[in-house]
């Protein structure tokens, strides 16, 4: 598979190249190769820039050779949203375009759902850093418009779909 790869694009990479190795001692490399980045209006090549009507899209944008990271593009649709989770990896995630609700949550014992206990409102330029563990959140569109997100993983391409996400499923 061929992925189209903006100069913009490019340079994020090589930021994010050159911050990787060492991002869980010190993320604010990596978020100021984000930060670099997330003005740029040729970031994404328009096929990294597709919503899907039904859930929110994912657009694997860069995978390290290495298999130190992965760059990926998630379009959310108006009103769509992640699944309550913790990553089991470091994460750097920066909004490229609309506005994100990033809702926290605290385990509870006995393997209840998770509580809500805050909400950040993320616009363009905003960024963020998830060195991976304990922390649970959920990211959602409460917009009218389509939103975009920018998130790096410290996993190669082959684990995005195994090696980043603990979900919970929501309660019945």
Known sequence: MSVVMTPAMSRLVAGTTAAAARVRREPQPMLDALRGSLFDLDLLAEEHRRASPDRYTRHLVHA?????????AIVWGPGQGSPVHGHHTWCAVGVYAGELVETFYREQPGHAEPVAVREVRRRPGDQCFDAGGPGIHRIRNEGHEVAISIHVYGVGADRISTGVNRIYPPAA
Do not use: A, E, I, R
């Open 64 to 72: 390290d050779p290495d298999g130190l990271f992965s760059v990926l």
